[in-house]
């Protein structure tokens, strides 16, 4: 319903200014970017104020599901969109056919092992259940975590859609337990360790750079991408539009506003 209101008030924008030069029209023209609530649509307001110092103006709409900003891109209802990781994105065109590219790296949100139980990774115990994501790409995120701290070998042809059946070596005999990523914070009473993803992290309480006993690393494959149709990739907008994202003032906002618990990944 609010893309359809937006899509009748650009059209009435367009009637209106029907008697005004075509350059001036395109010049003044808003690009439209989906973003999720939260971090995302929290560093696209300051990526709008620097924006505009440019001559670009940003028309923020926000999402509160992960399916519908692609779907938004890929009818058009939007110009781009800000919220998913290159995984995510990648899935996301293999499953729906959808013809859309990442122009620049966001942000990252590290996944983290968290834990009441022990206060390092080396306390853990023979058996520990350890709860991981149940959808493919973040509980192979999980998994290579894990692998990345020496607690597993994965089978090196799973990538980053490995599942505990990849897993060739675990000295531990440590237990996964697959849970809905949004539950995993709550698992932290029954399991030895769980890894959950930043925003869930931070909707319960928890404090990525202080309570993690591990985190990904900045060089992380998952990090977020600015994404937009295929076939307008090299709209001139598109590189204003990076250069605000890339700005020192967003850089620095992120820094301070998140501290460690969301990472600038250009």
Do not use: C
């Not at 959808?98 to 122009?103: A, R």
């Not at 980053?160 to 914070?185: C, G, S, W």
């Not at 994404?227 to 620095?252: G, I, T």
């Amino acid at each position: 319903m609010k893309l359809n209101f937006i899509k009748a008030v650009a059209v009435l924008a367009l009637a209106a200014g029907a008697g005004a030069p075509l350059g001036a029209y395109a010049q003044n023209k808003a690009i439209t970017v989906g973003v999720t609530a939260g971090p995302h649509a929290e560093i696209m307001e300051v990526v709008k104020a620097q924006a505009a110092k440019d001559g670009l103006a940003v028309k923020i709409i926000e999402f509160s599901d992960y399916v519908q900003p692609n779907a938004a891109l890929a009818a058009g209802d939007l110009d781009a969109n800000s919220y998913q990781h290159q995984p995510y994105l990648d899935n996301a065109n293999a499953d729906r056919g959808y013809k859309l590219v990442s122009i620049a790296k966001t942000v990252i949100f590290p996944i983290g092992i968290y834990s009441k139980k022990v206060k390092s990774l080396s306390e853990l115990k023979q058996g520990a259940r350890i709860g991981i994501p149940n959808d493919p790409t973040n509980g192979g995120r999980a998994l290579l975590l894990l692998q990345a701290q020496g607690l597993i070998k994965l089978n090196p042809g799973a990538g980053l859609k490995a599942t505990p059946l990849d897993v060739v070596e675990n000295a531990r005999k440590l237990r996964f337990i697959e849970l809905d990523a949004a539950q995993l914070p709550r698992s932290l009473d029954d399991t030895d360790a769980s890894a959950v993803n930043t925003n869930f992290a931070m909707q319960a309480g928890l404090d990525p750079k202080r309570d993690a006993i591990a985190q990904e690393a900045p060089d992380s494959p998952y990090a977020n991408v600015l994404v937009v149709r295929q076939q307008d990739k090299d709209r001139p907008e598109f590189a204003k539009l990076v250069a605000a994202y890339h700005s020192a003032a967003v850089k620095d906002y992120i820094l301070n506003k998140y501290k460690g618990a969301v990472i600038a990944a250009w």
